[in-house]
């Protein structure tokens, strides 16, 4: 059947008399086969190898055929937008590559002897398209992204990304490596050789930012820096072109960048009608240093001096926007690596308030981190840096930030990076700098790499001002504004601002000073107790109850002394905390930190306060352990024990041998969830009190100990040696301890 479907859609493809658009239709199909090969190959790749190469024999000049066909003529002007007699060809072209891209995914090796006509007529076909993809895109706004019914894609955009994508596949092929690389060797410079000149020339050809895009970004500043942080779904020409530039970075490093620069000298300073060409070149060598200082390799110091010079010409284009904010974008890269005048800092945060156009406000918000970054800006700049930022925040709608993720994403790096210079701003009542962390924390609440971004800032303010006179004055300043957020939102239901102010508590709390400062526990203990009583989401539930054990860590006194308003004391609040979050209406995973608050209490208020609430805790631990399947949760657990055993181990085994739960002694339940999670341990701290306390445990000898039941596959039967596989566990599913190393 295999060969009648291959057979069929060949006749189909190759024969010119069908249609087509049917053409394309049988090579979509031909490319699907190769889906089933790979399925298939991992167990008969002789065979599927060989069927393979049998079927594309016919192929490969048919591919050769299609790609050097070259587009009918078309008007002098493509103002009304692609012709309709480049739709079925470009559609054929477009499976063609596909196909090439799937072979080449699929069987490597297939296409080594076809690379390099390959690759030479795909080169050349980009080559001949500049000018349409220029006249459709930049010079008007063709309609892209179009699919025929039968999904077919048949405009020019996606034609280009296909075939950038095959220039990307191919250029490490080993006939193709070979050719180029010779012709690098035969010339004196990476700029003077034919090939890298070309591949440049076109690369900033299909960098150029396209009406669409131009359009769009003066809408929504938000959608520019997303093509930045390549988050942007929209995979266009422009970013296919950066990550061809890139992996040719990575195969020719310092050669790569000699020839970015060499063409790009071309360009500059050109006349105003050359500003997308400048824009894509700098664009270019952007995306080509970020790599580079990502992989620590050097860009030369000549290179890099030159490049300020294109930047301060960028800078000061007033009629092109889109220009200037990529000079500061470049600016704010090169600062990372490269001493750069603090002239240049000094105008970018002067534009991130002056500048009228909002795209280059926001480029250079972003261009101040890399600044930052260098560790070159003096403290002198801090304070302006913050101030424009709040300026520009003040000046924006908070409705359209909340939907901005990446504005927000930049403002939090940028924050971030501005508060480290020296975290003691913070304290300052002149400075907003916390004051504006909070406000991209409650804009961003349900962007998760906003979010990430305040927690670590905010951690790590508050780890470098852990003194007492330092985290007192700290919290004064940030606790109303940080509890004030639990009295606005809705703690019963998946509000995101209820998780970020309690991830931030949670932060605050863990750095705290010993003791806390006065009045701490009266401010967020009843914060707290609210949020663990009403709430069931795991994202508030882990922290908030991590809050409350660095609570009784750091200040245990305070706890204890505090009452709430129907004068229950912080100890009762505590117990009723952990009672309901061993409790069954809680998952496990979201009860993953009440092991660690109950181990924290115990240990603090010892039997003299617990009194006859202690054995009632432990038991109902016990309990909650019986029934515990998510590893985290028994971790947690078992580490109450596993603390109580660091100083009493006979009392736990005492205690433990007294009580039921299910049938078993607490002993029984206990012990053999801990044996049979403790290799699954996670945290240095955490593994090293589980040994040291399981030590403790067999040391009594206790005959107890040694009758309890584990399952069979955690045990190495002494007669044999032998592992115990899952089929003999199945056998041997229950037996004793590794004390008696009996197999039942």
Not at 330 to 350: E, H, K, Y
Not at 461 to 477: E, G, H, N, P, Q
Not at 629 to 652: C, K, N
Not at 712 to 727: E, F, H, P, W
Request: hydrophobic share 45%; net charge negative.
């Amino acid at each position: 059947m295999a060969r009648d479907i291959v057979k069929a859609v060949t006749e189909v493809a190759l024969n010119e008399g069908r249609k087509p658009n049917l053409r394309a239709l049988a090579i979509s199909v031909f490319r699907s086969c190769f889906d089933l090969m790979d399925i298939v190959k991992e167990d008969h790749m002789k065979e599927v190898k060989s069927f393979a190469e049998e079927a594309l024999k016919e192929w490969y000049p048919f591919f050769a055929q299609v790609l050097k066909t070259r587009l009918p003529e078309a008007p002098a002007e493509l103002a009304s937008g692609q012709p309709e007699s480049w739709n079925h060809i470009i559609a054929m072209k477009l499976q063609v590559v596909k196909t090439l891209l799937k072979v080449k995914s699929v069987f490597p090796h297939l296409l080594l002897p076809h690379s390099t006509s390959l690759f030479t007529a795909v080169w050349e076909e980009l080559s001949l398209l500049q000018k349409p993809h220029e006249d459709l895109y930049i010079g008007h706004e063709a309609q892209g992204r179009l699919e025929d019914s039968d999904s077919l894609p048949y405009t020019l955009d996606f034609l280009i990304l296909e075939e950038l994508d095959f220039l990307n596949q191919c250029f490490r092929a080993p006939p193709v490596q070979a050719e180029l690389e010779a012709q690098l060797a035969a010339h004196p410079s990476a700029q003077e050789t034919p090939w890298m000149v070309e591949v440049m020339k076109m690369v900033v050809g299909y960098s150029r930012i396209s009406r669409e895009e131009e359009e769009l970004w003066d809408i929504d500043c938000s959608l520019y820096l997303a093509e930045e942080t390549s988050v942007t779904a929209n995979y266009t020409a422009r970013t296919a072109s950066g990550d061809l530039l890139i992996k040719l970075g990575e195969w020719y490093s310092e050669k790569a960048v000699e020839g970015l620069f060499g063409y790009t000298k071309t360009l500059f300073p050109g006349d105003g009608s050359q500003w997308r060409s400048q824009e894509a070149s700098l664009y270019l060598f952007n995306m080509l240093m970020s790599d580079f200082q990502d992989m620590e390799k050097p860009i030369p110091d000549a290179v890099s001096e030159a490049y300020l010079g294109l930047v301060d010409f960028a800078v000061n284009q007033s009629e092109q926007p889109l220009l200037r904010a990529r000079g500061y974008l470049v600016g704010g890269t090169l600062a990372r690596g490269f001493a750069t005048p603090p002239a240049l800092l000094d105008r970018i945060i002067q534009c991130i308030t002056s500048e009228e156009s909002e795209v280059v406000q926001v480029a250079c918000i972003k261009a101040v981190e890399g600044f930052v970054r260098s560790g070159r800006v003096g403290g002198d700049r801090q304070v302006p840096i913050i101030n424009a930022i709040a300026q520009y925040m003040q000046n924006k709608d908070p409705e359209e930030m909340e939907d901005a993720d990446e504005l927000l994403v930049t403002l939090a790096e940028s924050l971030r990076s501005a508060i480290n210079i020296d975290t003691r701003i913070a304290l300052s009542q002149d400075v907003p700098s916390v004051d504006l962390l909070f406000m991209v924390a409650k804009l961003g609440a349900s962007n998760f790499q906003a979010t990430m971004l305040i927690c670590e800032a905010f951690e790590e303010i508050v780890r470098t001002l852990s003194d007492t006179t330092s985290y007192t004055a700290l919290c004064a300043k940030i606790l109303p504004t940080l509890t004030a957020a639990f009295n606005t939102a809705n703690v019963t239901q998946d509000d995101p601002l209820v998780t970020v102010a309690t991830e931030l508590l949670t932060a605050l709390v863990e750095h705290g000073s010993e003791p806390l400062p006065a009045g701490f526990v009266a401010a967020t203990l009843p914060k707290l107790n609210r949020l663990l009583m009403e709430s069931n989401e795991g994202e508030v539930l882990r922290p908030g109850a991590e809050s409350v054990k660095y609570l009784l860590m750091h200040d245990h006194h305070q706890v204890f002394g505090w009452h709430d308003e129907s004068g229950r004391s912080g100890l009762e609040v505590c117990l009723h905390i952990i009672d309901r979050l061993l409790g069954p209406s809680i998952e496990d995973n979201s009860a993953s930190e009440v092991g660690g608050l109950a181990a924290e209490l115990v240990e603090k208020a010892g039997q003299e306060r617990l009194g006859p609430f202690l054995p009632q805790l432990l038991q109902a631990v016990a309990t909650r352990l019986a029934s515990a399947e998510a590893a985290p949760f028994i971790q947690s657990l078992i580490l109450v024990f596993a603390r109580l055993s660091l100083v009493g181990a006979h009392d736990v085994v005492e205690f433990l041998s007294q009580i039921q739960i299910h049938g078993n002694t607490g002993l029984q339940v206990v012990l053999s969830k801990w044996l049979e999670n403790s290799v699954s341990f996670a945290g240095y701290d955490e593994i090293r009190q589980n040994v040291i306390a399981l030590s403790k445990l067999y040391s009594l000898n206790d005959p107890r100990l040694a009758q309890t039941m584990v399952k069979g596959d955690m045990i190495i039967n002494q007669s044999d040696g032998r592992i115990m596989t899952r089929s003999r566990a199945k056998a041997s599913k229950y037996c004793r301890t590794a004390t008696l190393n009996q197999r039942c």
